[in-house]
């Protein structure tokens, strides 16, 4: 994992949750993501998250909540690295993961791993 950072407040810009009408590209740009990785994380096809990007439609409740959750990880992510490691930490084989990525944790559906991860990160207990 990259390098571990001190915790900073809620209120720094970096770490920031994305507004609700932020659009899925801020979204996608925020994690430094691209179209390919952002449809995995979301668990959309990549022709779907390029329509998203493409129109000025909302997108349906269900991708609106997937990306809030989304967001939430990058901010938490935020407190342990810098956000242009994001990125490369998401396609990373990962041996605490058992050499899995986090992005392959996500689309099998066990992003509580990462959720793990960070808090023991965070608290430096096990959860």
Do not use: Y
């Amino acid at each position: 994992m990259p390098t571990a950072r001190t915790a900073r407040s809620s209120s720094s810009p970096r770490t920031s949750t994305i507004s609700a009408g932020s659009s899925p590209r801020e979204i996608r740009a925020a994690l430094g993501l691209t179209q390919a990785q952002m449809s995995r994380l979301l668990g959309i096809s990549a022709r779907k998250m390029s329509s998203l990007e493409s129109s000025d439609a909302s997108p349906k409740s269900d991708t609106r909540r997937r990306l809030t959750e989304v967001d939430r990880l990058r901010q938490a992510l935020c407190e342990l690295m810098a956000p242009a490691d994001l990125a490369a930490w998401f396609d990373a084989p990962n041996p605490g993961f058992d050499g899995s990525t986090p992005l392959q944790l996500v689309e099998r559906g066990e992003i509580d791993r990462l959720w793990q991860m960070i808090h023991v990160v965070r608290t430096g207990e096990p959860g």
